[in-house]
């Protein structure tokens, strides 16, 4: 089992900055993926941002320009800095982990338990 622990969410005003956190641990032999999707209420989940294991990122159009996503490979952790926030990034924030528990299990998806992200004045 991999256990995901996301930390950075909270309250911010228009054209602020905040850096989500996500650690993974557990049952871990190899992290290909890293990412954040997000949900805003009564809309479906999306991705956000990715980061592969080779260092390649992906970005929703929406925040392309405005976030970034880093990993920390020694410590399985994956960061999302935002800045420029809109009241439209409003959303529950996840992590979102593809790993194998050994070099001979197949890929799997974890989930965190989602860290939420409110933009207002």
């Known amino acids: 089992q991999v256990h995901l622990v996301e930390s950075g969410g909270g309250l911010v005003q228009p054209g602020g900055s905040l850096r989500l956190s996500c650690a993974a641990s557990?049952?871990?032999?190899?992290?290909?993926?890293m990412g954040w999707y997000r949900q805003a209420p009564g809309k479906q989940r999306e991705l956000v941002a990715l980061?592969?294991?080779?260092?390649?990122?992906s970005y929703a159009d929406s925040v392309k320009g405005r976030f970034t996503i880093s990993r920390d490979t020694a410590k399985n952790t994956v960061y999302l800095q935002m800045n420029s926030l809109k009241p439209e990034d409003t959303a529950v924030y996840s992590c979102?982990?593809?790993?194998?528990?050994?070099?001979?299990?197949?890929?799997?998806?974890?989930w965190g338990r989602g860290t939420q992200v409110t933009v207002s004045s």
């Open positions: 979102n982990v593809k790993s194998r528990k050994t070099r001979f299990d197949s890929i799997t998806d974890y």
């Open positions: 980061v592969r294991d080779i260092g390649d990122t």
């Open positions: 557990g049952s871990i032999f190899s992290i290909h993926v």
